[in-house]
Nanobody
Framework: QVQLVESGGGLVQAGGSLKLSCAAS????????MGWFRQAPGKEREFVAL????????YYVDSVKGRFTISRDNAKNTVFLQMNSLKPEDTAVYYC????????????????WGQGTQVTVSS
């Protein structure tokens, strides 16, 4: 079992930046690949980014490449999502998630989820 708590969301103007954090507790943090997902009103939850257990591999959905950066600090059991050049279409609830499996973009493969943090980008 692992508990995940996101923070750092808020309201920002288009072109601005936010940094999300996800604090984990429970089993050894390095046992898990970590992912970020988002869900906009009326839409399905979609994959945003993932990072491997020791941070050696990252992967992003095409729409955020070059703008978002996922990172992790295993000593602090925390994963981050730095979001730059934000666009109104980035508006969503953002969730962090953990899976003991190999890296995957599929939400169904992630076993543990945070409560979500709202990101709103105004135009």
């Amino acid at each position: 079992q692992v508990q995940l708590v996101e923070s750092g969301g808020g309201l920002v103007q288009a072109g601005g930046s936010l940094k999300l954090s996800c604090a984990a507790s429970g089993r050894t943090f390095t046992s898990y690949v970590m992912g970020w997902f988002r869900q906009a009103p009326g839409k399905e939850r979609e994959f945003v980014a993932l990072i491997s257990r020791y941070g050696g591999t990252t992967y992003y959905v095409d729409s955020v490449k070059g703008r978002f950066t996922i990172s992790r600090d295993n000593a602090k059991n925390t994963v981050f999502l730095q979001m730059n050049s934000l666009k109104p279409e980035d508006t969503a609830v953002y969730y962090c998630a953990a899976t003991p499996s190999s890296w995957t973009t599929g939400a169904s493969e992630y076993n543990y989820w945070g409560q979500g943090t709202q990101v709103t980008v105004s135009s």
